[in-house]
C-alpha cells in the first residue's frame, strides 16, 4: 500500500490556515472525523455511559468499550479489560507509581530510570521513592546518547524493582531497542515501565510479544482529543494494582463501613469518564486504520532527514537527532533557542523550543534548550522549505 | 541621559524609519548590541527574573540625588533588545518621573507591540512590574 500524503494532509482542517506546523511532539493535528465525532457528540448525542437506559446512553456506553477494543487492537494487548482510561500519559505513570510501586516497593529497593526520560516518566518515581524508601538511579546515556544494554546491566541488580524507559526520546527520536531491555529486566525479577507518549504516533508497538508491564500514552499525541490517555497492564500485575482514586463507578457494593471495589479496568476509573474524547478517540482509531503506518512513518523520517541536510549548512549547526527519528532537535551556536523560536513564531513556523520538559537530557546534552522541529505525516515538502528558509531569515537578523 | 546615550525621542525615530517586521527586529538587535553588560557579580540570584524562558537580570539601584540607575542583561539577544529599551526609557530618572512612563503608549510607538506575541508581552509587563516595585522599594 503506498502512502498518499496528499490525501493524509487533506483530512487535517487545521492545516489550512497556512501556518506550517512542526509541533507534533507536543500535540498532532486532528483529523476532520475525530472533529466531527466529538461534535456530534455533543450536539446531538450527549449522554452519560453505564448508567442509563435510554437509547443514546447505551451508545454512549458502546461507544467507550469500542474505543477500548480499539486501543487494545492499536497496541496488540490480549484484552480490552488490560485497558485502563486516564487523562493522560502523565497520570497514566503515576497510577503505576501510587497503585503498583508504592505498595510493591520497600526501603532499600531500586527504580531505574533512564536519561532519556520526559519528566512525566521520573518526577512520579521520585514521589514514590519518598513516599517508600526506595531510590531512584540513572541509566544514563552513552556517548552516542544511546541507551545501551551495558548500561543498563551496570545499575541493574536484586534491589532493582522497575525499569522506565521510553519508547521514543521526545527531544532526539531516539528508540531503544525495547525487546532485550525487557529480557534484561524480566531476567531480574524486575517489571518494566514503557512510556509511549512519543512512541505512540510513530511506532506501532506490540505490548503482548514484548512482553512489557506497563504501556502508557496520550491519545491526544495520537491525532486525538487532548485529556485522555490509557495505561495497559499486563494480566498478571492487574490483579496486583491497588485502588487508585475512589468515587462513583469503580465499586460494586459501598456502606459506610466499606467498599468492594470493582474488577479491571471499571476499578481505575472512578466518575464520569471523558465521554466525549473516548467517542473522538475511537473515530480517530477508526481513521487510522486505512492508513499504512510504516509507510507513513518512512514518509515522515524522509522529511526530517531533508531538512537536516538543508540545516547542515549553516555553520554552527547542531543536530540532536537520533538516526531513524522523526524529530529534529537542533541548536546554532552562538544562538539562543529562543531567539530562533520567537523569528519562527513570527514567519508562521510552529516549533516547539526549551528544555522539552526533559531538564536531565539537557544537562547530558550540555544545552540550556533546544529547537524542536516535530515531523508527522501531514508534513510535506513545502514545509521543510519554510523551515529551513525560516532559520535563514532569522539568522540573518541575529547576526 | 541613560546608559546608552539615545533619548527616547531618538529611540521612537529609530524605530518609525523601520519599514517591515524583519527591520524594526534588526534595530532591537542592533540595541541589544549596545547595552551595557551586567557585571559577572551582579548575574546572582538576587537580580535574576523568575519564570522568563530566557535568563534575564534586572538591577536598579538609586542614587544619592533621587535618579535611578538601572542596568539589565539577557541570554538571549531580543530580549536584551527589550531590555535595552526600558534602559532608555527608565535609567537616569526620579521615582515620580518612572511612575509616569507610558510604557504601553511608547511600545505602541516603536510598532513592537504586535510583533510581540502575547505571551512575550506578559514577560515584558512583568520586567516594568520588577521595575517599579524596586523603584518604589528603594524610593520608601
Known sequence: MMFDAIRFRDDFPALSTGQVYLDSAATALKPQPMITATSDYYRQDTANAYRSLYQQAQRTTQQIETTRQRVAELIHATSPQQIIWTKGATESVNLVAQSYARYTLKAGDEIIVSELEHHSNLIPWLIVAEQTGAKVIKWALNDNHQLDIAGLKQCISDKTQIVAVTQMSNVTGYQPDLAEIVKIVHANKAVIVVDGAQGILHSPIDVASLDIDFYLFSAHKLYGPTGLGALYVKADKLSQLAVWHGGGKMLKTASFSGFEPQLAPEKFEAGTPNIAAIIGFGATLNWLKQWDRLAAEAYTLSLAQQAEQDLQSISGFISYRATTSPILSFNIEHIHHSDMAVLLAEQKVAVRTGELCAQPLMRRLNCSGVIRAAFAPYNNQQDVLRLVNAVHTALDILR | ?140
Not at chain 2, 6 to 29: N, S
Not at chain 2, 33 to 55: F, S, T
Not at chain 2, 123 to 133: A, P, S, W
Request: proline share 3%; charged share 20%; with cysteine.
Open chain 2, 1 to 140: 541621559m541613560n546608559a546608552l546615550n539615545i533619548t527616547e525621542h531618538q529611540l521612537v525615530e529609530q524605530f518609525a524609519q523601520q519599514p517591515t517586521w524583519q527591520d524594526r527586529y534588526r534595530q532591537l538587535i542592533a540595541l541589544s548590541k549596545h547595552l551595557p553588560p551586567l557585571a559577572v557579580e551582579d548575574k546572582n540570584a538576587h537580580y535574576h527574573i523568575n519564570g522568563c524562558e530566557n535568563n534575564v537580570w534586572l538591577k536598579v539601584t538609586r542614587h544619592h540625588d533621587g535618579r535611578f540607575h538601572l542596568s539589565a542583561d539577557s541570554d538571549g539577544r531580543i530580549v536584551k533588545g527589550l531590555l535595552a529599551i526600558l534602559v532608555i526609557l527608565v535609567d537616569g530618572k526620579t521615582a515620580e518621573q518612572i511612575t509616569q512612563i507610558p510604557f504601553s503608549d511608547i511600545f505602541h510607538q516603536l510598532k513592537i507591540d504586535t510583533e510581540l506575541s502575547e505571551s512575550r508581552l506578559v514577560g515584558l509587563n512583568k520586567l516594568i512590574e520588577e521595575i517599579r516595585q524596586a523603584v518604589a522599594q528603594q524610593n520608601s
